[in-house]
């Protein structure tokens, strides 16, 4: 009898204990389970510390500090768009005071380049840019051409001196490799292509000239012989201004452009004779051409007037015209050139540093 007792109360005991655990488990579980489901970051919300789930429920403290916000992402302000290379080539409409030199210069390019691409507009004379003009702009340096009836590959390689795969490989020309053919009016990038320049200057006349053509020089061309000054040798600014407005020497353009306001006056570079004075042919306006006596002549372009006359001794620093726009010119500035013995010298190098 004693022993049924026992055992009634052991078995009492382990039901009772197995009950106690299992309320525990499932009061754990319950809390656990609103504690994950309170951290979870919720589409669209981010779980503040003073804001509550609803209107008639407060969230506990205990579970505030618990909580994980939802993950933001912050802004990138700086972003970095790599430079791509430019394939196709695009239209520039000329503006006041554009230069060839300066729009290479905006346009990474040679000044070449662009004068090669549009010759049927500027017929190589770079004094032909004018105002409201629409120039082709190559996409790398050489010739943006227009194919012609007989055109192939290889004879317009060696026409603009350049390699055939040059031009098949440029993918700008979109190309089948497998038949490199063009048609007759495709625009074709000749990469690294050049060509000879055909110079637009006016003609050296010395001051023992005789018999001068005004049909071919222009109107300011004096006929001589003349006597007078020589100069000394060295070269003074033409201008007041020392700055460059436009192009600067290179082989499409033999001469510097100085920057200046109209009306203002040109100097003689160095003492001579005028043996040009007045309006010339070649875009140049009104000239007026200096022989120094020396092989040296200097050429002082797109005046605006011209207070010297043809066979006028004139001394270094005199004002000889006066600084304009005249002629093709997309703004006012001295084409300044320096010929020595019926060559050209860049100015640069005769010129004091400004």
């Known amino acids: 009898m004693r022993r ?39 589409p669209n919300k981010v ?170 020089y222009g109107e300011g061309a004096c006929s001589g012989p003349y006597e007078g000054l020589y100069g000394g040798g060295g070269f003074i600014w033409p201008t007041i201004g020392h700055t460059l407005s436009g192009n600067d020497y290179w082989s499409g353009h033999l001469a510097i452009d100085i920057g200046l306001v109209v009306g203002e006056p040109i100097f003689a570079s160095d003492s001579g004779v005028v043996v040009f004075a007045g309006w010339s042919n070649g875009g140049y306006g009104n000239v007026v051409v200096v022989d120094h006596g020396t092989g040296y002549q200097t050429l002082y372009a797109h005046l605006s007037g011209v207070t010297s006359g043809c066979g006028q001794s004139v001394v270094q620093g005199q004002t000889i015209g006066l600084g304009g726009n005249t002629g093709n010119s997309t703004g006012a500035h001295l084409h300044f050139e320096v010929r020595f013995q019926g060559g050209f010298v860049n100015p640069w190098f005769v010129l004091p540093p400004p």
């Not at 052991?10 to 489901?37: H, M, N, P, R």
Request: aromatic share 12%.
């Open 4 to 42: 049924d007792l026992l055992l009634s109360w052991f078995l009492w005991v382990v039901a009772f204990i197995f009950l106690a655990g299992a309320g525990y488990l499932s009061w754990v579980k319950y809390f656990t389970d609103q504690e994950i489901t309170l951290s979870q970051p919720q």
């Open 47 to 216: 779980l503040e510390q003073s804001q509550a789930v609803s209107a008639n429920y407060r969230i506990p403290d205990f579970v505030l500090e618990k909580a994980v916000p939802a993950i933001t992402r912050t802004a990138k302000l700086n972003t970095i768009i790599p430079e791509r290379e430019n394939t196709q080539a695009f239209t520039h409409l000329v503006a006041f005071n554009d230069s060839m030199f300066g729009l290479a210069d905006q346009f990474n390019l040679e000044p070449e380049s662009i004068l090669w691409s549009n010759y049927d507009s500027l017929q190589d004379n770079p004094h032909s840019l004018t105002p409201g003009m629409e120039l082709i702009i190559p996409p790398v340096d050489g010739i943006y051409y227009q194919w012609e009836v007989g055109d192939d590959v290889d004879s317009v390689a060696a026409k603009f001196k350049t390699e055939p795969e040059l031009i098949i490989n440029w993918i700008g020309n979109d190309i089948d490799l497998l038949n490199p053919v063009f048609e007759a009016g495709d625009m074709v990038m000749i990469p690294g292509g050049q060509r000879d320049l055909q110079q637009w200057i006016i003609p050296t006349i010395s001051r023992g000239a005789t018999g001068v053509s005004s049909g071919i």
